[in-house]
C-alpha cells in the first residue's frame, strides 16, 4: 500500500468545507483513498454506478438528511447529476445549525459534468482536488525508471512484471473507449477515438496542429477541438499553453499537448519495456510530459505553468509563475550530460526568471552554467513542493 500525500489535502479540505470534490481518471486510487479517510470519521459510502445505491436515494434529501452526523461519500457522483441541488439545501441547511463543515466528499472520474453541475449549485460550499496517478514523490527516487515507462496508475505500476503492466494498460485503454466516454454522453466511434488518441501519442510533447491531425482522421477542425476538450475534461490530456509576454518577439500560439500518463502513451504505441521505448522516437517527448507532470503535481496551488518559444528560436520546455510573481525555468533533458541549446539562454535573457533549471536523467545536483543547475527531477520537485 502506498500512502498518497493528497491524503492530508483531501482531509484538510473537510475541515473547510461542506463538500469536496476528489476528481481523477478512473482507476487512479479516488475511493481507496476515500476509504482510508473513512476509517477515521463516521461515514456512509455509496457507489452511483450501483443499482442498490441509486435506489437508496430515490429521495436524496430524506435519506441524507438521516446520515448529517456522518461524512457521506459520494462514488462516481456524475451519474446522478440531479443530486446537487439536494446537497445544496442540506448543505445550507447545516450551516444554521453550525459550521456544517466536512459533511460530503464527492468522487468524480469525468470533471466536465461534476464541475458544470457543481459549479451551478455549490459555489462557495465545495472544494476541488485533483488526484493524479502515482509520482516519484510517492514511490522515491530509486523507481524513477519503472514510473516512467509504466505510468503512474497504481494497477500498472505495482504489476508484477512489465507484461503484465502492460495488458492491464491495454484493458484500460479499452475500457475507457468502450464504456466510459460513451456514458458521458458524446457519441464518437471508439475507433475513431483511439486513432486519435493514439496520433497524439506519436506526436507527444509537439505543437498542436489541429489542421493536420483533422486530415489524419478525415474530420474538420472544430470535430478535433472537441475530442480535444473531451480528453482534457476527462483528465486524460494535458494543454501546455504558451506564455504571453510583451518581450518584443514573435511568439508561438499554439499550445502543446501531452497524454498526461507516460504509460498511456507507451501502450498506445505498442511499447511495452524500457528498451522498447528508448528505441523509439518518442522517447524525448514521453520523458518531457512525464517530467512534466511530476512537477505540477508537486507545484504550490495557483501556480501557472506555460512554455516559451519565439520564431527566432528561443525556447524554454516549462515556466512555472509561482505565488508572489515569480518565475522558474525548467528545461528538460532526458540523457545523462545534459547540454543546453543557445534558445535556452536566449529565452532566459528575454525573461529573466528567479530561478533555472535543466532536469537530467542523473542524480547529482550542480551548476551548469551561471544561474543555471543541472537537478534531478525527485529533488526539483522536492524543491518546488517546499517553495514558500
Not at 61 to 89: C, N, T, W
Not at 266 to 283: C, K, M, N, S, W
Not at 353 to 371: L, N
Amino acid at each position: 500500500m502506498i500512502v498518497r500525500r493528497f491524503l492530508k489535502t483531501v482531509s484538510q479540505r473537510l475541515g473547510q468545507f461542506p463538500a469536496v470534490a476528489l476528481l481523477g481518471p478512473r482507476q487512479v486510487g479516488k475511493t481507496t483513498l476515500a476509504q482510508m479517510i473513512s476509517r477515521s470519521h463516521p461515514s456512509v459510502y455509496l457507489d452511483l454506478e450501483a443499482v442498490a445505491d441509486r435506489e437508496k436515494l430515490s429521495d436524496a434529501v430524506h435519506y441524507l438528511s438521516s446520515h448529517e452526523d456522518k461524512l457521506v461519500i459520494l462514488d462516481e457522483v456524475q451519474h446522478m447529476p440531479e443530486l446537487f441541488q439536494a446537497l445544496r439545501g442540506l448543505i445550507d441547511g447545516g450551516k444554521r445549525k453550525g459550521p456544517g463543515n466536512g459533511r460530503f466528499l464527492l468522487l468524480g472520474s469525468a470533471s466536465i459534468e461534476l464541475l458544470k453541475q457543481s459549479g451551478e449549485s455549490l459555489a462557495g460550499r465545495i472544494a476541488y482536488t485533483e488526484l493524479c496517478p502515482l509520482d516519484i514523490a510517492e514511490v522515491g527516487n530509486e523507481h524513477q525508471d519503472v514510473l516512467w515507462i509504466r505510468g503512474g496508475f497504481p494497477d500498472s505500476f505495482l504489476s508484477t512484471d512489465d507484461e503484465s503492466s502492460a495488458t492491464w494498460r491495454h484493458n484500460f485503454i479499452r475500457t475507457y473507449l468502450e464504456r466510459d466516454i460513451p456514458q458521458l454522453g458524446p457519441r464518437i466511434p471508439s475507433e475513431t477515438l483511439r486513432r486519435f488518441w493514439t496520433m497524439l501519442a506519436h506526436t507527444q510533447g509537439t505543437l498542436l496542429n489541429t489542421a493536420e491531425i483533422a486530415r489524419g482522421l478525415g474530420v474538420d477542425g472544430k470535430t478535433v477541438s472537441r475530442y480535444l476538450d473531451l480528453l482534457v475534461d476527462l483528465l486524460l490530456l494535458r494543454r501546455l499553453t504558451p506564455m504571453h509576454r510583451n518581450v518584443g518577439k514573435r511568439l508561438v500560439k499554439s499550445p502543446k499537448v501531452f497524454i498526461r500518463d507516460s504509460g498511456l502513451v507507451h501502450t498506445l504505441l505498442g511499447l511495452d519495456d524500457r528498451e522498447e521505448v528508448l528505441g523509439h522516437p518518442v522517447a524525448g517527448g514521453s520523458w518531457e510530459g512525464f517530467v512534466i507532470e511530476n512537477i505540477l503535481r508537486s507545484a504550490p496551488e495557483r501556480t501557472v505553468p506555460s512554455f516559451y518559444r519565439t520564431a527566432a528560436g528561443a525556447e524554454i520546455d516549462l515556466l512555472l509563475e509561482m505565488p508572489k510573481n515569480e518565475l522558474w525555468a525548467i528545461e528538460i533533458k532526458r540523457g545523462l550530460a545534459p547540454r543546453l541549446q543557445r534558445g535556452f539562454h536566449h529565452a532566459r535573457e528575454d525573461l529573466r526568471p528567479a530561478r533555472s533549471f535543466v532536469v537530467y536523467s542523473g542524480t547529482e545536483r550542480y551548476a551548469k552554467t551561471e544561474g543555471v543547475e543541472a537537478i534531478s527531477l525527485g529533488e526539483l520537485c522536492e524543491e518546488v513542493r517546499t517553495k514558500r
